[in-house]
């Protein structure tokens, strides 16, 4: 898109670049003494200088050392056409979520060494994003957590400062101009909250390949074998502009496999020329799901993305079925909710034995390891509980490092709540189990028994969009939510996807847009509950983070509270 705008090139401020001193720069960086350093020295001379006329735009506000640092290079001072603050710090990972790409955070607000400066610094840069989305929000904060509370209140400062120091900046909710929508409500977390559910193996399309397979940054590796049955690897980009990608990330993998082959079906029938035309109605499994792809024109856009996501899938499938994980997702389900399949009650002594007998097994260390961790964070809270959790770590048979893992997920929960009965609600971890599975709304994927578990933020997020949210467990700052009782202004966005492999499904938002933050990361089964609530309530929803983890992330970030990440899994 920037080519069309006439940038003809994109480089990183940190690498070593070719000059070209005809044309003009434009620097989008962070405002830090190392950037202005950075780019004073590409204007060390007349005769060195590396461009011509220089743009420069900060991402967030611009510190006065940074200044100073800028002004004592008369060169650049000279070349500079435009220096500008634009509120982007943060990164827009999909549509509806966005991250700080911040993998530290864990081990800043957690760690022996504390960083007390992040929560505030946090805030700031959620201001960021409230000031590019032109929101002050209502803002609701994690009571029991003092990190939530201080980036509340550092979000809430920030954004009071930046209104009286920019008069033309406006707000939804503050005037009656801009009524399109009322004012946003926004819910500031951190990962203690829910300990479990980034642990849990999901099996939406999504999360299982950020789980099971190489994608980073939401570029995908995958194998594929061509008609001649050589075999390469290829790299995919699953991102918005895949309309396939965005129709059934957040669906069970069953149910995906199962849209793949009727479109495959549909796509044989239709295609004359396609090798496997008479067999148009077999019931194809997902391999031969593979080899139909190969058999068909491979120059169409349609048949490319299709492709791949064949690939994806199956590969998806051969990693659940390589791991033995159809027993181990049982087991979790189990843990996390206090029931089995059947819904008979699964606790004590009954559970334990579920448990060892599984860590006894010739398990990968990396499995046995979160299989104890999910075991740990459901019964610390449990009267009697450590009992158990120390007769699970001796099946266990875990390495000193292994058993730190397990031992930093006390910190992050902070102390026990053995005085929580097992009907608590909201804050602890007594809702994961205690014989009562949460209850929610039936999701498309409530038919699956491996999907019983349901991630707390769902019920927080569903709580607050009906105006339930407890008070006492999520305290309130900064201006007043919309009234209720208020018609509800209508948006002009739209949320869904017009698929060119089914029907437009669009929703029309309305009402009031809340906003989710998780500092400690976020999770893909969160991203999923923001999504189908939006789905479900015709409200925006925007959902993120310090960054986004997968179990595997996360098990390092949790590793990495108390000593150095390269010791860990």
């Known amino acids: 898109d920037i080519m069309e705008r006439r940038v003809t090139l994109v480089e990183q401020l940190a690498k070593n670049r070719q000059p070209f001193p005809d044309m003009d720069v434009i620097y989008l960086a962070s405002p830090t003494v190392d950037t202005a350093k950075r780019i004073c020295a590409d204007f060390e001379s007349r005769q060195k200088a590396k461009y011509g006329n220089v743009h420069i735009f900060f991402i967030e506000t611009c510190p006065n050392e940074v200044f100073s640092t800028i002004q004592q290079c008369p060169l650049l001072v000279s070349k500079i056409k435009t220096f500008k603050e634009i509120s982007l710090d943060f990164i827009a990972a999909e549509n509806n979520v966005f991250h700080f790409d911040a993998s530290e955070a864990l081990e800043k607000l957690f760690g022996t060494a504390k960083d007390t400066s992040y929560p505030a610094y946090l ?18 904060f994690q009571g029991s957590s003092g990190y939530a509370r201080e980036i509340a209140t550092s979000l809430h400062q920030t954004l009071l400062a930046y209104k009286r ?14 009524h399109e929508r009322e004012r946003a409500q926004i819910l500031i977390l951190d990962r203690s909250f829910d300990c479990l559910s980034p642990l849990m193996h999901e099996y939406t399309y999504q999360a299982m390949a950020n789980d099971l397979l ?73 391999t031969t799901m593979a080899a ?78 979160r299989l104890l961790a ?33 031992s930093n997920f006390g910190r992050l929960m902070g102390p026990p709540e053995m005085s929580a009965g097992p009907d608590k609600k909201s804050g602890g971890m007594m809702s994961f189990f205690g014989g009562k599975a949460a209850k929610h709304a039936p999701t498309a994927e409530g038919e699956y028994a491996d999907t019983r578990h349901v991630c707390l933020l769902k019920s927080h997020l569903e709580q607050l969009m009906s105006n339930s949210l ?64 939006m789905q479900k309530e015709s409200r925006e929803v925007i959902i993120g983070g310090t960054h986004l983890i997968n179990p595997d992330t996360y098990l390092v970030d949790v590793g990495a509270l108390n000593t150095s990440r390269s010791n860990n899994l």
């Open 123 to 140: 805030g700031r840069r959620l201001a960021s994003l409230c000031i590019t989305l032109n929101e002050h929000p209502s803002i609701r």
């Open 470 to 533: 407890p008070v006492d467990k999520f305290p309130a700052m900064g201006p007043a939510p919309a009234n209720a009782s208020k018609s509800e202004a209508k948006s002009v966005r739209k949320f869904g996807a017009a698929s060119k492999f089914g029907k437009k499904d669009n929703v029309q938002l309305s009402g009031v847009r809340y906003l989710v933050f998780i500092a400690g990361g976020v999770a893909y089964p969160e991203l999923r509950a923001a999504y189908e609530l």
């Open 374 to 406: 999910i075991y740990y964070v459901s019964q610390r809270n449990v009267p009697g509980g450590d009992e158990f959790i120390q007769q699970a770590i001796t099946a266990a048979r875990l390495t000193s490092s292994e058993q730190l893992v397990i």
């Open 292 to 369: 139909a792809v190969k058999k068909l024109p491979e120059y169409t856009q349609t048949m490319t993305k299709l492709g791949q996501h064949v690939a994806i899938a199956q590969q998806c499938m051969d990693a659940f079925s390589k791991q033995h994980l159809m027993d181990l997702s049982q087991i979790e389900q189990t843990i996390s909710t206090g029931l089995d399949e059947d819904g008979k009650e699964v606790k004590g002594q009954k559970l334990l034995a579920l448990v060892t007998e599984q860590l006894r097994k010739n398990m990968p260390k990396e499995q046995r390891t």
């Open 165 to 178: 120091t920019n008069a033309s900046f406006w707000t939804y909710g503050d005037d009656h101009i801009h």
């Open 214 to 286: 190489d994608v980073n940054e939401g570029v995908i590796s995958y194998k594929t074998t061509n008609n001649k049955g050589t075999e390469s690897e290829k790299q995919g980009l699953l991102n918005e502009t895949d309309e396939f990608w965005v129709e059934l990330r957040h669906q069970h993998i069953a149910k995906v496999i199962e849209v793949i082959k009727d479109r495959m079906n549909d796509i044989i029938q239709n295609n004359s020329g396609a090798a496997l035309a008479k067999k148009s109605g077999a019931d194809l499994d997902i």
